[in-house]
């Protein structure tokens, strides 16, 4: 709550859930820059943090926004606050307070509400008459009403002019003709790409988050090893993208390590930035998904077209493709000795087994002999 009112923003009173606290609230983007990362490293990766665009208010810092740019509207020729008059071909500006000091056209406005009023009176005038003719010079299903439709055609046509009517062709049924419908034609598989945040992962799962504290090194690679076999199932084009930016000197580096490619940003660029550039270059020509659990990264990649994956989503969908894999290596047969008729048909076996058994008979009866 602390952080919000820092940032400037407005919050709801905590909601508990569990063992956890929900805390809802607003501020001003530029405020919450990099909150996430602050949020997983004092909160040890327990703490969420997600983001969804509420509209446009009062900046909060207006003064010192319009003092940062130097901003002096009497001066923007391009949205100038006045009004822009022409004299002998060049236009020169005149201020709104004394723009009918300079007017030589009376106002459209004014003229149009002039007309508007002439015409309503007459229509008015027009209507009184008919209203106060005898009903008897009216026919009978209108004499209720005071007035017939083409009376009122009559009147109107006299006050706004003739409108314009469909003719009879137009008016008739309409015919369609439908050429021959193009067969559907086998369509190209769109490649899939997908984008993960290689550090947002790291710092989001609790194996790689405790291995980290330990090696960071080794989590990175722990997690390469995973998004290996996860590729060798996909068959995706898979990219892990690691922030590099405080390195100094470090002008990037990408590699591929087994059947993935893996990107060190170079300095000054954030795993973010990489990742929200690639996505808005290949999104409009690929399926692109992105793996992150970046709330503003989040935002920025919906935008492109591409499809999102949390973290936590990305686990599960790991953990059910391994079960999966498991299941299948359990009904591979299990080394050992391989018996001729183990995988025979039943039918098959049980004729063979008695036309064993018709032989030993067989050979029984000949030695008793």
């Given at each position: 709550?602390a952080?919000?009112?820092?940032m400037?923003?407005r ?6 859930e569990?063992?956890m ?8 983007v530029i ?6 990362k602050e ?10 943090f997600?983001?969804s665009?509420?509209?446009y ?5 207006e003064q010192?926004v ?7 509207p ?8 006045g ?11 005149v201020p ?15 003229q ?9 009176t007459?229509?008015e ?9 005898p009903a008897?010079?009216l ?7 005071g007035i017939?439709?083409?009376e009122?055609?009559e009147?109107?046509?006299?006050t706004?002019?003739?409108?314009k009517?469909?003719t009879?062709s ?12 193009r ?8 490649e ?11 710092f989001?799962w609790?194996?790689?988050?405790e ?5 960071i ?9 995973i998004l290996?076999n996860?590729q ?18 470090n ?14 940003t170079?300095e ?8 929200e550039k690639?996505?808005h ?6 399926h ?13 990649i919906r935008?492109q077209?591409c499809?999102?994956l949390?973290?936590?989503d ?6 059910r ?15 050992g ?7 025979a ?9 008695e ?6 008979e067989?050979r ?6």
């Amino acid at each position: 709550m602390a952080d919000i009112e820092r940032m400037q923003g407005r919050f709801d009173p905590p909601q508990p859930e569990g063992e956890m606290t929900v805390l809802e609230g607003s501020a001003p983007v530029i405020n919450m820059r990099d909150y996430q990362k602050e949020i997983v490293s004092y909160t040890k990766g327990r703490g969420r943090f997600t983001c969804s665009v509420e509209g446009y208010e009062p900046c909060h810092n207006e003064q010192e926004v319009i003092e940062s740019i130097g901003y002096d509207p009497e001066t923007d020729l391009d949205y100038p606050t006045g009004s822009v008059f022409c004299s002998h071909g060049a236009g020169y500006l005149v201020p709104w307070n004394e723009v009918k000091n300079h007017m030589h056209i009376g106002c459209l406005l004014d003229q149009k509400k002039t007309v508007n009023s002439e015409a309503g009176t007459y229509l008015e005038r027009e209507i009184n008459v008919l209203e106060n003719r005898p009903a008897a010079a009216l026919p009978p299903a209108y004499a209720s009403s005071g007035i017939d439709d083409k009376e009122l055609e009559e009147i109107f046509i006299r006050t706004y002019g003739e409108s314009k009517r469909k003719t009879t062709s137009q008016n008739g049924p309409r015919t369609v003709t439908y050429g021959a419908q193009r067969s559907a034609g086998p369509q190209e598989k769109v490649e899939e790409y997908l984008l993960v945040d290689g550090y947002n992962i790291i710092f989001a799962w609790e194996e790689l988050r405790e291995l980290a504290k330990a090696t960071i090194d080794g989590a990175r690679h722990k997690l390469m090893d995973i998004l290996c076999n996860y590729q060798g199932y996909k068959k995706c084009t898979l990219i892990v993208v690691f922030d590099a930016y405080k390195v100094t000197g470090n002008t990037g580096e990408a590699l591929d390590y087994h059947n993935i490619h893996v990107v060190y940003t170079k300095e000054a660029e954030t795993a973010d930035q990489y990742i929200e550039k690639l996505a808005h270059e290949m999104g409009k020509k690929y399926h692109v998904t992105v793996a992150t659990s970046d709330g503003l990264e989040q935002l920025i990649i919906r935008g492109q077209g591409c499809m999102l994956l949390s973290a936590t989503d990305l686990k599960e969908e790991i953990e059910r493709i391994n079960g999966q894999l498991a299941e299948e290596r359990e009904r591979l047969p299990k080394p050992g000795r391989n018996y001729l008729l183990r995988h025979a048909d039943k039918n098959i076996v049980e004729a063979l087994k008695e036309e064993h058994h018709t032989e030993t008979e067989g050979r029984n009866k000949k030695r008793q002999k």
